[in-house]
Nanobody, 126 residues
Framework: QVYLTESGGGLVQAGGSLKLSCVASGRLNRNYDMAWFRQAPGKEREFVAAVSRGGDKTAYADSVKGRFTISRNNTKIMIYLEMNSLKPEDTAVYYC???????????????????WGQGIQVTVSS
């Protein structure tokens, strides 16, 4: 079992920045593709960004390209999401996810991931 713990969320004004962190713990035997998803009230969980286990491949949702940056620290098995130029529509609960399957590139759908964090609230005020 792998456990994921997010941190760094909070309330920020539109145009501001936040940095989310996610650390993996538990029965870790290698690195994993990892990703961020988000879910706003009344909406389905949507993909935000993903990074491959080696850190050499990334993927972003069109809605966050150029504003958000995903990165990872493989020594600690942590990922980060640097969020800039935040908009009210970025308000959501953000989830960290990891998968145990070897893919050519990190998945961009929730079904591609096996483990999930509890989520952390990000609120952007207008």
């Amino acid at each position: 079992q792998v456990y994921l713990t997010e941190s760094g969320g909070g309330l920020v004004q539109a145009g501001g920045s936040l940095k989310l962190s996610c650390v993996a713990s538990g029965r870790l035997n290698r690195n994993y593709d990892m990703a961020w998803f988000r879910q706003a009230p009344g909406k389905e969980r949507e993909f935000v960004a993903a990074v491959s286990r080696g850190g050499d491949k990334t993927a972003y949702a069109d809605s966050v390209k150029g504003r958000f940056t995903i990165s990872r620290n493989n020594t600690k098995i942590m990922i980060y999401l640097e969020m800039n130029s935040l908009k009210p529509e970025d308000t959501a609960v953000y989830y960290c996810a990891a998968d145990r399957t070897f893919y050519d590139k990190p998945p961009t759908t929730p079904t591609g991931y096996d483990w999930w964090g509890q989520g952390i609230q990000v609120t952007v005020s207008s």
